[in-house]
């Protein structure tokens, strides 16, 4: 069973990935979109949660992640969160760096938000670069969870992005 269950518009590489239709912004409009997942086991270190695409010319300007107890018992899942390059999470400036390292969040019911992270998060997502194809953005496991996830247990990331101007 997969760990994450998903409709999957990635691909059949992909096992549950990304499940949102991404809405392309039309002129100086900021579109948000939450993209929900099901949480099916503990899963394994390097495992991909692709869950949404960053459409071409466009720049995250926040997200949220908010999930259940995703990680029942000891709570030693963790994860990296961003845009997801050759299955890691890009450290490129040009990314937006990673939005979470090694974060234990997903181990209790949590809400975490993007502008409450440290500067230095902060600065480097302001300082994305467009692409001029889709990026997408998801989690990678970077430690195991103890127990499995709670029956129906979601992870949900909501990003809130805009169309890329003059090259930011």
């Given at each position: 069973?997969?760990?994450?269950?998903t409709?999957?518009?990635?691909?059949?590489?992909?096992?549950?990935a990304?499940?949102?239709p991404?809405p392309d912004?039309m002129?100086?409009?900021?579109?948000?979109?939450?993209?929900?997942?099901?949480?099916?086991?503990t899963?394994?270190i390097?495992d991909?949660?692709p869950?949404?695409k960053i459409?071409?010319?466009c720049?995250?300007?926040?997200?949220?992640v908010?999930?259940?107890d995703i990680?029942?018992?000891?709570a030693?899942?963790?994860?990296?969160l961003?845009v997801?390059v050759?299955?890691a999470v890009?450290?490129?400036?040009?990314?937006?760096?990673?939005w979470?390292?090694?974060?234990?969040?997903l181990?209790a019911?949590a809400?975490?938000i993007g502008?409450?992270?440290a500067?230095a998060?902060?600065?480097?997502?302001?300082?994305?670069?467009?692409d001029?194809?889709?990026?997408?953005?998801g989690?990678?496991?970077?430690?195991?969870?103890a127990?499995?996830?709670?029956?129906?247990?979601?992870?949900?990331?909501?990003?809130?992005?805009?169309?890329?101007y003059a090259?930011?």
């Amino acid at each position: 069973m997969p760990l994450v269950t998903t409709q999957n518009f990635f691909g059949a590489g992909f096992v549950g990935a990304g499940i949102r239709p991404m809405p392309d912004p039309m002129g100086s409009e900021v579109v948000q979109v939450r993209c929900p997942a099901i949480v099916n086991g503990t899963g394994a270190i390097g495992d991909v949660i692709p869950m949404a695409k960053i459409p071409a010319g466009c720049i995250v300007i926040d997200w949220q992640v908010d999930n259940d107890d995703i990680d029942t018992g000891a709570a030693t899942i963790a994860a990296d969160l961003g845009v997801i390059v050759a299955g890691a999470v890009s450290a490129t400036a040009a990314n937006g760096g990673k939005w979470l390292t090694a974060s234990t969040a997903l181990g209790a019911p949590a809400t975490t938000i993007g502008h409450h992270q440290a500067t230095a998060v902060i600065n480097a997502l302001a300082r994305m670069s467009p692409d001029v194809a889709e990026r997408s953005v998801g989690f990678v496991l970077t430690a195991v969870g103890a127990g499995a996830a709670a029956a129906n247990a979601v992870i949900g990331l909501t990003l809130t992005y805009r169309a890329a101007y003059a090259g930011n």
